[in-house]
């Protein structure tokens, strides 16, 4: 007896009909295998979620900055790293 899981496997015409319930799967960690006549040619599987940004003030506390952060001399050094001088 095989320790790895079965992965569902579905031909493209009920993956096409049932694409909605096939993403929803995913979506919850299940990987699934589209197949043509049989073989199989496509492995759809969940992606990482990105990071959800609560809005305005999410990184409050997590980021330092010193109090000439937007002075002159620090602005005219961050175009001259880029190139922007005059």
Do not use: C, Y
Request: hydrophobic content about 35%; glycine content about 6%; proline content about 6%.
């Amino acid at each position: 007896m095989s320790s790895e899981a079965v992965v569902p496997q579905f031909n493209i015409h009920d993956a096409k009909t049932n694409l909605s319930r096939i993403i929803d799967r995913v979506e919850h960690g299940e990987e699934i295998i589209i197949s043509r006549a049989g073989t199989p040619v496509a492995k759809v599987i969940p992606l990482h979620p990105r990071i959800k940004r609560t809005g305005r003030g999410s990184l409050t506390g997590q980021l330092i900055a010193s109090d000439d952060w937007d002075s002159p001399t620090v602005n005219d050094s961050i175009a001259d790293e880029f190139g922007l001088t005059q």
